[in-house]
């Protein structure tokens, strides 16, 4: 069976390929037993093996001592979705191109698509800007995500959850995708936008549907 390890390497290469990350920004984790794992600060992802992923706790603020590596720069609001949402095993944070463009005009996707609907409601909300590795930006990001499983955030990328690492990644590609579409469709005008009964049919039509959040 792939370890946890393998795993967060394997999504962080599909990242790379995807064309979603560059050098050494963005990062990604995973929950694994009572704590979690994540991707280390400061190495070119390319460079990235299983041994250099960074295990953190859940409750307190200290990486164990048993990895040389220290983890990403962003681990604080990783931690906080983790804690918050039990139902999330996994957190993908990228600088991708379109979705990064978006969040800084600081708006939310509206329901341009219908597809906006993998993110699980009727818009991707952009959390307000706070400075990276602050517990501001991991509170705005919090409830940027409730009842969703993406957010932009602003003047920074995307941010994008899931049961496990697979779903977190093809959430954040879908976001991407989006990103674009809605772009290039402000070109050449002003989109139409789904209305509220026909984006709840659709994300009625979504088995990945869900309300996550329990307050
Ligand atoms: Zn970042």
Not at 138 to 153: G, H
């Amino acid at each position: 069976m792939i370890s946890a390890r393998e795993n967060l390497l394997n999504i962080t290469n599909k990242l790379l390929t995807a064309g979603l990350n560059h050098g050494a920004s963005g990062n990604c984790s995973c929950r694994d037993k009572e704590s979690f794992l994540i991707t280390p600060t400061g190495i070119d992802s390319s460079k990235l093996t299983t041994d250099m992923m960074v295990r953190v706790s859940l409750s307190d603020n200290a990486s164990q001592p048993e990895s040389k590596f220290q983890p990403s720069s962003e681990w604080q609001f990783h931690q906080a979705i983790l804690k918050k949402y039990p139902e999330i095993n996994a957190v993908v944070h990228t600088h991708s191109v379109f979705a990064s463009s978006l969040s800084v005009l600081g708006q939310d996707i509206p329901a341009f698509h219908y597809m906006i609907a993998v993110a699980g409601g009727d818009s991707v909300r952009c959390a307000p800007y706070a400075m990276f590795g602050t517990k501001e930006l991991s509170d705005n990001i919090l409830e940027a995500i409730r009842d969703r499983k993406a957010c932009l955030l602003s003047n920074h990328g995307l941010v994008a959850v899931g049961k496990d690492l697979n779903e977190a990644f093809n959430i954040a590609e879908e976001v991407e995708h989006l990103s674009r579409l809605f772009i290039e469709a402000k070109k050449i005008g002003e989109p139409l936008l789904l209305s509220d009964k026909q984006m709840t049919e659709v994300l009625n039509r979504f088995n990945s549907y869900g309300r996550w959040a329990k307050d």
